[in-house]
C-alpha cells in the first residue's frame, strides 16, 4: 500500500477535531411534563449537540463518522496498491516492428512475443487506465492515441506486421515522449530486442521508461556486403558473409547473374567473424543476386541483389551544411545511398558517384558528378563576380536539368554573380547574372547554382524535388529501365507518367498508388523480395534488400541506453493501482450505517 | 364541573351492588349478611335451647316431634365499609380528557351503587391533604358524595400517591373493601397498597391511564420533568427507549395488580378512551365486582 499524496493524511487530525468538539457541545433539551418520570430509561443516547460543553461519552455514531472521515481522508490521499504489470494509469506502448523482431529465436517470432506482451498488457488494464501505442518501424507513427478502450485497442494491435527495415526507435520514443508530455504518473513501455541505434536525443519528462526486452539469442548469419567493382578483368563481385553469433557457423553462399547460379561455395565462419567472395561475372547481366542456405533465425538478411547499371545505384557524398529539403529529395531516390561529410576525403571523392558541396567552397573532386549548392570554390565551371541581392527570375533555357522545374516566382535571398567558363552552359537566368550553370566534361559533370537553397523558398516549391531528381539523372547518368534494388523500408520515389500506379508486392498482393507531379512516392517496400511496379505500360522490377548489420546483430539488448541513461529490462515492472474506489464504497457503506443508527436512535 | 351521570348511566347502576370476595365484619346493621349469627331471616344453622334463649326462634315442630327443644339461629346482617379512595395527585392531571374526570365519574357510578345498597362509603381523597368525611349512607347522602366530589382541593404541597396510601392504611379505618381510583404512576404505590392489603382491606385497583401513558407520542431529545415533583430525566425518546418505556410500564402494571390481588382484592385498567358505560358492563359486571 502507498498513497500518492500522503500529505493529506494531516487532514485527518483537524478534521477530527471538529466532529470531536461538536460532541463536547452540550445538548439543548426541550422541555416536556409528563406524569411520571421514573418509567423512563436513565440511559439516553445523544445524538445531537447545540450548546456548550459536556464531557465526552463513548458513542458509535462518533466512532462511524471518525471512521467515515478516516476513509475520506484516505482516498483524498489516494491509496495505491503495488501490482506487477506493464501498463500504469497512462501508458504508451512502444512496439519495435524492425526486421531483427522477425527472428523466430522465440515462437512464432520476437514481433508476435511482443504483440502477445501488448496484448495481454491491454486485457490486463485496469478500467480507466489509458494507453496509447506506437509502431517503432521505419517510420514511426500512432497506432492508437490515449484511450480506455481496450476493444478498439486491440482491433488495432491485430493487424501489425513485423517490417524487414531498420527502425528510428529514437523517433519513436520521441513520438511517446510527446504523447504524454506534461502527464504525471505516465509510463513509456518499449517492447523491444533493443536491436536499434542508440537514443542520445531523448527526454522521458515526467515519464517512466519500461524497457523489455524480447529474443533469446544472437545466432545469425547474413550478408553483410554485395557489390561489384570493374577492373581489367572485367566486373568483379564481392559478397561478404557475417556470423553474429557465438558459434562457428558453416552456411552455402550462391550467387546468381540474372537468375542463373554462377558461384556457390560452403563458407565456414567463425563466431563474430566474415568471409567473403570475391568473383568475375559474365558480361550483359543485369541483375546479381546472392543468397545464404543458413537456417538461422532472421531469412530477411540471407539475400541481397545488385543492380548491374551504374546509375542504378548512385553513392552520393554530401559535404556541408545541414539542409533536411535537400536531404529528403536525395533520400527520396531509390538509387541513392547519402553520406555525409565535413570535408572532401582525401581520396578526392573517387568512391562517391556524385559529390555536393552545399554551402562551402568547392574542390576538385575525382567523383563523376560534382554538384555545386551556392558558393564557386576551385574547379567549379564559373568565375565570381561578385553577389546580387534578390534577383528575380529572368529566363530559363530548355534543359533536361529544368525539365518540370518552374522557377518563376522563386524568391532568391542572394545570389553569387557568377560568368561561365569554359564549355559551361547557363541553364537559367536572373537580372542579376546566372543562376543555373552545367558543364559537361569528358569525365566529370558539373551543376553550379549560384544561390544556396535555404536562401530562397525554392525547397518549398513543388519543383524541388523534381529538379533534384533531374540533377541525380545528369550527374549520375540517367538509370535504364532494368531492376531497381532499394534498401528495405526506405521511401522512394519512381516516374510515373500514368494518371494511376500499382505495386505489386511479394506476398502477393497490390497497392494501388497515387501519382503526383509525374512521380509516385512508395513506402510500402517493407519487406525484403522482389516487388512490381505499373504506370501505364511501365512495368519495372524493384528488389528491396536489408543490408544492415545493425539489424542483423540480433543479440538481443538487456540494456538499453536513453540519453546516456541505462535503461535495464524488467519483465514485470511494478506499478501502483490506485485503491480509491474500494475505499469510496466502504465509506458509503459506514456512511449508511452512521444514518441507520442515527435514525434508530433519534 | 359536570359530574351528574347521564340517565341512562343511572338506569344501569339501578340494582348493581358492590360484591366483594369476603365479608367484612359490620358496625351497625345493614343489608348484607354476615358469618355472626343474628336476627336477619337467612336461616343458618340448629342448636340446642339454653335458658334465657328467646322463644320466639325455639322450633317447635321440632320439638313436638322429638320432644327436644331446639333454636332455630339466623345470619346477621351488617353494613359494608366502602372507602373510595380517588387519586388527586398531580400526575391524574393528565390526559384528554383528564384522568382525574374520568376517575370522578367512576367514583360518582361506584358511591351510587354503594349507597343505594346501604353501603356505609367512606370517600378518601389522596394525594391532598384534606380531613376525613364521616361515612355517608343512603341514597340521600349521594348529592354530599356529589358536593365532596366535584370539589378541587387546593393544596400547595400535594403528597405521593404512596404516601396518602401509607397514611390511609395507618388510620383507624375499619375495614372494607378500598376502591382505589388511580393511575398508579409512583414506584411505591405496589407496596403501598400491600399495606392496605395488610390492613385487612379487599383492595379493588382501578388503574386508569390514558394515551399518554399508554403509548407516550414524543420524540426527540427531551428532559422530561415529573408531574409528581420528582427529578427531572434527560431521555433521548427514540424506538428503543419508548420500548424501554413500555416494558417499564407493564411491568410496574403487574406489580400493582399482583400488590392487589394478594389480599382477595382486584384490579383492572381503565383506559380514559373508553366509555363508562362499557366499562362497567364488560368489566366490573362480567368479571364480578359487581352483582
Known sequence: MNFARPDALFLFLPLAAVIIALYLLRMKRREMQVPATFLWPTHTEEVRANALFQKLKPSWLLFLQLLALAVTVGCIARPQLVQRGLTGEITVLVLDSSASMGATDVSPSRFEEAKRLAKAAIESARPGDRIAMVEAGPVPRVVFSLSSDPVRQLAELQPLTVSDAETDAGEAMRLASAIVAGTEGARIVLLSDGVFERIDDFSQGNASVVFQSVGKSGENLAIEAFGSSESQKGRLLFASVRNFGDKVATTNLTILADGKVVDSSQLQIPSQQSQSRTIAVPAGATLFETRIDAKDALAADNYSALSADPAASLQVLKIGGEDPFLDRALALDPRVTLDRADRLPLDGGSSYDIVVFDGVASEPTTSRGVLILGKAGTGSPVRITGTAARPKFNGASSSEILKGVDLDGVYFEEIEVAQPIGSAEVLARSAAGPLIIADTKPNQRVVYTAFSPLESDFPLQIGFPIFVSNLLDFLGGEAGEGPLVVPVGRAFSLPANAPSASLKVPTGGEVQLKPNGGAVTIREAKRVGTYEFRSGNAVRKVIAVLQSPRESALAPEREIALARKPVKSTDAPLRFADFWQPLILLGLLILGAEWWLYARRS | ?291
Open chain 2, 1 to 291: 364541573m359536570d359530574l351528574l351521570l347521564p340517565p341512562r348511566t343511572f338506569r344501569m347502576l339501578e340494582g348493581l351492588r358492590i360484591s366483594p370476595r369476603k365479608s367484612q365484619p359490620g358496625r351497625v346493621r345493614g343489608e348484607r349478611l354476615t358469618r355472626r349469627a343474628g336476627l336477619s331471616i337467612e336461616f343458618a344453622d340448629y342448636r340446642d335451647y339454653a335458658e334465657g334463649d328467646d322463644l320466639r326462634h325455639l322450633d317447635w315442630n321440632v320439638l313436638a316431634r322429638l320432644d327436644s327443644p331446639v333454636m332455630r339461629t339466623y345470619r346477621d346482617e351488617e353494613d359494608l365499609a366502602v372507602h373510595l379512595l380517588l387519586d388527586d395527585s398531580p400526575s391524574m392531571a393528565f390526559g384528554e380528557p383528564t384522568k382525574l374526570l374520568i376517575a370522578r365519574h367512576l367514583a360518582a357510578a361506584l358511591g351510587y351503587i354503594a349507597l343505594s345498597n346501604g353501603d356505609a362509603l367512606y370517600p378518601v381523597r389522596l394525594g391532598r391533604r384534606e380531613p376525613p368525611l364521616s361515612a355517608l349512607r343512603g341514597r340521600s347522602s349521594f348529592g354530599r358524595f356529589a358536593s365532596w366530589l366535584g370539589r378541587d382541593v387546593a393544596d400547595d404541597a400535594p403528597t405521593s400517591l404512596s404516601s396518602s396510601l401509607r397514611a390511609f392504611a395507618n388510620s383507624r379505618a375499619r375495614a372494607g373493601v378500598a376502591i382505589v381510583l388511580s393511575d398508579g404512576l409512583d414506584p411505591d404505590a405496589a407496596a403501598s397498597i400491600r399495606a392496605l392489603v395488610g390492613r385487612g382491606h379487599e383492595v379493588w385497583l382501578v388503574q386508569i391511564l390514558s394515551d399518554l401513558d399508554l403509548e407516550p407520542d414524543i420524540e426527540g431529545d427531551l428532559r422530561l420533568t415529573d408531574g409528581e415533583g420528582g427529578a427531572p430525566t434527560d431521555i433521548t425518546a427514540n424506538s428503543i427507549a419508548l420500548r424501554k418505556y413500555r416494558d417499564n410500564l407493564h411491568e410496574h402494571n403487574e406489580g400493582l395488580a399482583d400488590s392487589a390481588k394478594r389480599g382477595g382484592g382486584r384490579y383492572a385498567i381503565f383506559e380514559t378512551s373508553r366509555p363508562l358505560d362499557r366499562f362497567i358492563q364488560d368489566t366490573l359486571k362480567r368479571e364480578g365486582w359487581l352483582s
